[in-house]
């Protein structure tokens, strides 16, 4: 073997030779220098924190303040999924903050009031917030609040405050079902805790009499006390049609068929109703008659979640609902042909709501952002529904013409494009504005053209560019095509909802940049030393607390924001079903037994 070394080995020892103390100097000088430029290179670059409109002074210790921002990644690229891991924890913190605020200053209440940090009874003062909070709790892991609001559900007792001067109280049905028993049915599905299905189950029963109309549509209100059901034989649609999902699972959980009858005694009254020229299911009922008194529709309020549970109900019940699934595409056929308007200078896709529509209808222009759900529920429907799912229906629009035009399209594809459209208007309305938060409502200019039109011409001019309602211009001063009419930010979910389906259906990360953008205007106009408040106006800053944090923001926005950034499928769409307060429900597979013992058709 020979002793000689390699040359490797040589040259490396003459390096070590010539290497001396001057050269070791100047590589320490060197490395100190750079790390200095460095450092002051990121400091001064480094975003301010984001104060809320109490400037410097802290909030109160009950939770950690979250942070503003992980990074300062380029929203043209796509961040790496540690990015977005940080992104789904800043939102976690967030709740984690907003919860802890209404525990410490407002539990056992029903809301926290965030300016004041005092608290309100607005919903029966049964701990809607707690209730609300369960699935996301669960979703999020939260071990210690999850258990401490078990301690509080066990000691639950549903009554009412007494009548003053002798004036009835009642609990009203549709945000009771929708708050209180779709949280705990949704956290019963995740974590089997057996109170809370007993608990849920006795919630039920006490509102059960809201049933007893000749119609079979449920009452507004009841006094679980004594069984008194409120004496108005008017009501919305949204109130007497969101309760199907809650009462199905119900239903499947306790083997009571007197639960799943009352989702069948809702679906047998509005398939009894007369569409007519109306073409979808309108706005007002008669609770004696179960038809409708006038022909306004609207996907907006009062009307929105009755459209999102003919959907959800065909989907939960493992796609056997056949009547859900009629009605939902009779709804969104109307809608299309209808309701869907492209404005004049930048092209923004909005639905309204329109009048007389058994004759001529009248459309208001007016776009809320209650019915920026749609865009997400179309999304949805487009991405579960079967491909025949719309073969046999015919459209209800204004002409032949736009009735006829629908049939031009692939449907999915159709949806999808109205989907897309739509939910960019709605997180436009939030970037139009100096605080980056969506108004309550908004009115378009009556010179809107309807989109089905602007579909058909795009189609007869072979289909060149975008279609109409796709890519909307910025705003532009004197042209933003739209006025503010309710300048509130309330907080509210829809837009957030829509924008977490388009990402679970496109796959386009583009989504989830927009919805960051909105997550860190909500941490830097909303938050307060207690928790988070609506605010007064979105075009000023600052723009004014109204000092409420409603429920929802627990149970939905945050939700969404969390599954939004979560790379995770914690709630996957073929498995789960939101309820309209973002309860997930497990889809139901239901068993020979049950379809006998309910009567649910094969």
């Known amino acids: 073997m020979s002793t000689t070394p390699s040359p490797t080995i040589m040259s490396l020892h003459n390096l070590s030779r010539r290497i001396t103390f001057r050269h070791i100097a100047i590589v320490a000088f060197s490395s100190l220098l750079l790390f200095t430029l460095y450092t002051f290179s990121d400091w001064h ?59 410490n200053y407002a539990a056992p209440h029903d809301e926290l009031l965030p300016v004041t940090g005092s608290h309100i009874d607005n919903f029966n003062g049964w701990a809607v917030s707690m209730h609300d909070s369960l699935s996301t709790i669960l979703l999020m892991g939260l071990h210690d609040e999850f258990s401490r609001a078990l301690v509080a559900i066990e000691k639950t007792n549903f009554t009412l405050p007494h009548p003053v001067k002798g004036v009835p109280v009642y609990t009203p049905f549709f945000e009771t079902v929708i708050r209180h028993l779709g ?14 299905l007993k608990v849920a189950d006795d919630l039920a029963t006490k509102l059960a009499p809201v049933f007893n109309t000749t119609s079979g549509l449920p009452a507004y209100g009841v006094d679980p006390d004594t069984g008194a059901v409120s004496p108005r034989r008017e009501a919305v649609a949204a109130e007497v049609g969101s309760c199907q999902l809650e009462y199905a699972y119900l239903a499947r959980l306790t083997g009571k068929k007197e639960h799943y009858d009352r989702t069948a005694s809702i679906m047998k009254a509005i398939a009894e109703v007369n ?187 072979g289909k060149q560019g975008k279609p109409p309602g796709i890519g909307a211009k910025k705003s532009e001063v004197g042209r933003e095509d739209y006025i503010l009419r309710k300048q509130a930010y309330l907080l509210r979910p829809e837009t957030l909802e829509s924008v977490f389906l388009l990402w679970k259906t496109t796959g386009d990360e583009i ?10 205007a909500i941490q830097k106009h909303t938050q307060t030393p207690y928790g988070y408040s609506s605010v007064r106006n979105v075009s000023y800053i600052p723009p004014g607390f109204l000092n409420e944090m409603p429920s929802y923001f627990l149970a939905e926005t945050l939700k969404y924001l969390y599954l939004l950034f979560s790379d995770e499928d914690l709630v996957p769409l073929d498995r789960w079903v939101f309820n309209t307060e973002a309860h997930p429900l497990p889809v139901i597979e239901w068993t020979p037994w049950e379809r006998r013992k309910f009567h649910i058709p094969s």
């Open 511 to 520: 989504w989830r940049e927009r919805g960051w953008a909105a997550f860190q």
């Open 45 to 103: 670059h480094a975003r301010p924190g984001i104060l809320d409109d109490y400037g410097d002074r802290p909030p109160p210790q009950h939770a950690p303040r979250p942070p503003t921002s992980p990074t300062d990644q380029d929203t043209k690229t796509s961040p790496p999924k540690t990015v977005w891991a940080e992104r789904a924890q800043n939102v976690r913190e967030a709740f984690l903050y907003a919860y802890r605020g209404y525990e």
């Open 183 to 196: 949280g705990l049915l949704s956290a019963y599905a995740y974590s089997h805790e057996p109170i809370l």
């Open 275 to 461: 569409l007519g020229r109306v073409g979808m299911l309108a706005q007002d009922f008669d609770l004696n008659t179960g038809q409708h008194i006038k022909g306004h529709i609207s996907v907006g309020a009062a009307s929105d979640s009755l459209h999102e549970y003919l959907l959800k109900l065909y989907l939960l019940t493992g796609h056997t609902d056949k009547v859900s699934l009629d009605l939902y595409v009779k709804t969104i056929n109307r809608v299309l042909t209808t309701l869907l308007y492209v404005s004049p200078n930048r092209g923004l896709l909005y639905v309204t709501d329109a009048f007389r529509a058994d004759l001529t209808p009248i459309p208001t222009h007016k776009f809320e952002h209650l019915s920026c759900f749609l865009p997400g529920l179309i999304a949805l429907g487009a991405h579960t529904l079967p491909d025949n799912a719309f073969d046999d229906a015919r459209p209800m629009g204004l002409t032949l013409q736009d009735e006829n035009e629908i049939q031009q399209y692939n449907w999915k594809k159709l949806h999808m494009i109205a989907a897309q459209g739509l939910a960019e208007a709605c997180i436009q309305m939030y970037e139009d504005q100096p605080t980056g938060l969506g108004p309550e409502e908004v009115e378009f200019s009556d010179d809107g053209q309807l989109w089905i039109r602007q579909m058909r011409k795009w189609r007869l001019n």
